[in-house]
């Protein structure tokens, strides 16, 4: 069977990231990420891991695949971008409730050090996020064939994303894999075997 082209997700997280990752995964490929975020020392051994991992999966999304989209197209000719973007302002409120008080080395590295949390950091993330998609847009200008921005919010779905990978699209829904419905359905599965006398 012939190699899939890669493909990169480099939306930040909040974006719809989860939902592409479970897209590409119904349409055959193999999908990782988001990698080594609790590794005190990403910034230095991301850029050299993710040369490592590449060739192992088809798909990449989360982070730290956004921070890398340069080094990823230089080292992976002819592989497919794909940014995941949403409103600034929706994006910053959910990334204040998913993450609240929470930080971690990628996101230090992302937003600064000290700025791992949201909370008290607005400006600085908005900040980073308008950036981030800015350089990006610049970057991949005049490469239509290569790069693609989806809004999964607004309604892109399997029509724009086959159409951009040159697939069939599946005849199921888009996945939208929010995490909060996903610790929702997790929860109320577990209450019921509770009262069905499961113990795990």
């Not at 890669?6 to 930040?12: D, E, N």
């Not at 490929?29 to 991992?53: F, I």
């Not at 600034?88 to 609240?100: D, H, L, Y």
């Not at 350089?135 to 724009?160: H, I, N, S, T």
């Amino acid at each position: 069977m012939a190699e899939k082209i890669k493909v990169f997700c480099i939306g930040f997280q909040k974006t719809g990231t989860t939902s592409m990752g479970a897209a590409l995964e119904i349409l055959g490929y193999r999908v990782t990420g988001g990698n080594w975020a609790r590794d005190p020392e990403v910034s230095k051994v991301a850029l050299q891991r993710a040369l490592e991992t590449v060739p192992l999966y088809d798909a990449f999304q989360d982070n730290p695949w956004p921070l890398l989209y340069r080094e990823m197209d230089k080292a992976f000719p002819g592989s497919k971008f794909i940014m995941t973007i949403r409103p600034p302002e929706q994006w910053i409120r959910s990334a204040v409730k998913g993450f609240g008080l929470g930080s971690s080395p990628v996101r230090e590295w992302i937003y600064g050090e000290g700025k791992g949390s949201p909370v008290g950091n607005e400006q600085v993330w908005l900040e980073r996020y308008e950036r981030h998609n800015r350089e990006v847009l610049e970057y991949f200008a005049e490469r239509p064939d290569d790069f693609m921005v989806m809004d999964l919010a607004a309604g892109d779905g399997w029509e724009k994303l086959c159409g951009f990978l040159g697939m069939p699209a599946p005849q199921v829904s888009f996945p939208h894999a929010n995490p909060a419905h996903k610790k929702f359905i997790k929860r109320m599965l577990k209450s019921i075997k509770r009262r069905l006398g499961f113990r795990n």
